[in-house]
Structures are given as C-alpha cells and as structure tokens.
C-alpha cells in the first residue's frame, strides 16, 4: 500500500517571473534524504479506480528535512497545463499530497569531486546536495555546479555563488555550445563524480560528451532508477 501524506501550501515564493517554489507543511513521518523526487498529486487523482495522471507531477525537492518545510521549484509559465493552473490556484492554505518518494542522486562521500550538471529548474535537485555539503563537507573534496538557463533568470543565485564557500563554487551560462565546452573542461578531471538533471535530451547529450572524454558510466549520477539509468548509460 502507497503511503499518501495529505498537506498544505504554507508559503509560495516567486523565484523570478515564471518560477516559483511552493513551500509545503512538513506532514508527521514524512522523511527524504537530499536529491529526492516525490509524486505531487492535487485533490481528486485518487478519486477513480486508477490514479488520474493529469493530476500528478514527479517534482524534486528542494528542501532538506532541518529546514522543517517541503519545497518544490517549477516553472509556471503564461501558458502553462492543467495542472500548473490548478496548483497555482490553490494558493497558501490549499491541499496537496505527496506520496513515492525516493532519492536516486544522494550526495557521494567518496573523496572526489561532484560537478553538478543542470538545466534551467534541474539546479532545484541539487540546492539539497549542496546544502548538505555545506553542513558536512566529509569525504567530498569540493562541488562545482554548472546551470544553463537560457531566460537568464538564474535560481538560488545567493546559493549558487561564483565564489561560495568552502569548496563550493557555481556558474550560470545562457548558451548551449558555451555549456558544452565548459562540461568538456569539467571532464579533464577523470575522477569526478558527474550528477546530471534536465530533460532526458539533456542527459543523453551530456552523457554522450562525459563518455567522450572517458568518464565511465559509475561516474555519471542520473535521478533515474537504475535500470533507466543503465539503459541511457550504456
Ligand atoms: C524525477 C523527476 C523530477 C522532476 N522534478 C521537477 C522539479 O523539481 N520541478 C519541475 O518543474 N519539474 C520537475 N520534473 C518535471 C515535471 O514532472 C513536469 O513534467 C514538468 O514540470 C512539466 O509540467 P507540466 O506537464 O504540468 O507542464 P508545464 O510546465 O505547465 O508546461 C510545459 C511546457 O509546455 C508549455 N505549455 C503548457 N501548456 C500549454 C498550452 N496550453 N499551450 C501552449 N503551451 C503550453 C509551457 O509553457 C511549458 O513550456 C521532474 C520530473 C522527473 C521525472
């Protein structure tokens, strides 16, 4: 039996113009570890015999568990689907529920490097990591993060600093060939450990380069379980 976790919208903060992060009631006994995705669902999806998918999301969340809130990064754009338009309607107070949740990227202890490879909203799974890491940098020898974001309106700008702090540091670029080159540079360290998020276009063309530049398949991260993961890796 699915354990469905019922809660409440308590605050929603605008990111910049088509982004928003929704701050959700933390429900007794929900617990997840950084890098974790759950099934965000709105009121009736579990009215019919099956689930009604229309009303269900995979979302990443964007918080850690001592921050006491569940945060959800996405975009809410002027032409948005169904379910954007119900979501936002809700507004604080509104009922959502969670359920499946599971991290397929924790943060690597392993002595190595992490470069942190994301696309546009994809940078809301690893702002846990990175707090994390901030937390307790044992056995992670920095953290690199690499967004490419082509409406310039950069997410967690105050995190992901240039020069953050011990051993963190971020870039945002807006075009894909300056991406690109950067992820080649990133590769010269044939030890890292290499988490990407985006569209599964986004992986499979960074996957394509990392390989290229002989970084093996254990050293890519994808928040896919393992067997999707195998089968874009190979
Ligand atoms: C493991 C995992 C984790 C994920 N984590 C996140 C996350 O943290 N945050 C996140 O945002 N997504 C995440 N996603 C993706 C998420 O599940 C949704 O697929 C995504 O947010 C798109 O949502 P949507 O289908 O409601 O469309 P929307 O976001 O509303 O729309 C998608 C695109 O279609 C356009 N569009 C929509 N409706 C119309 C229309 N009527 N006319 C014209 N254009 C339209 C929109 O402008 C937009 O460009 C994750 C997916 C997975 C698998």
Redesign the pocket.
């Known amino acids: 039996m699915v354990k469905i976790y019922w809660t409440k919208i308590k605050d929603v903060v605008e990111e910049s113009p088509e982004t928003k992060t929704y701050i959700l009631e933390c429900p007794e006994g929900f617990t997840w570890e950084e890098g974790a ?1 759950t099934h965000l669902a709105l009121e009736g999806f579990n009215a019919g015999e099956k689930p009604d998918r229309s009303l269900i ?6 918080t850690l568990p001592d921050e006491k809130a569940i945060g ?14 119900r979501l936002d309607a809700l507004g604080i107070g509104g009922q959502v529920a969670l359920f499946k949740t599971h991290s ?1 990227v924790p943060l690597k202890r392993e002595g190595k490097a992490v470069y942190l490879l994301s696309s546009g ?2 940078i ?2 690893f702002r846990p990591l990175v707090l994390d890491y901030l937390n307790n940098s044992d056995m992670v020898n920095k953290i690199h993060s690499l967004n490419i974001d082509s409406s310039k309106n950069y997410l967690f700008p105050d995190l992901f600093a240039p020069e953050g702090l011990n051993g963190l540091t971020s870039e945002f670029v807006d075009d894909r060939s300056g991406y690109y080159d950067r992820v080649k540079q990133l590769a010269e360290d044939k030890e890292g450990l290499f988490y990407v ?1 985006g569209s599964d276009e986004f992986l499979s063309e960074n996957i394509a380069i990392l390989r290229s530049e002989g970084i093996r398949p254990e050293q890519i991260m994808l ?2 379980h393992e067997q999707s993961r195998q089968a874009l890796l190979v």
């Open positions: 995705h999301r995979h979302m990443s969340i964007c959800i990064t996405t975009r809410v754009r002027e032409e948005r689907s169904e379910f954007k338009e397929n909203v994809g809301a799974t998020v928040d896919k």
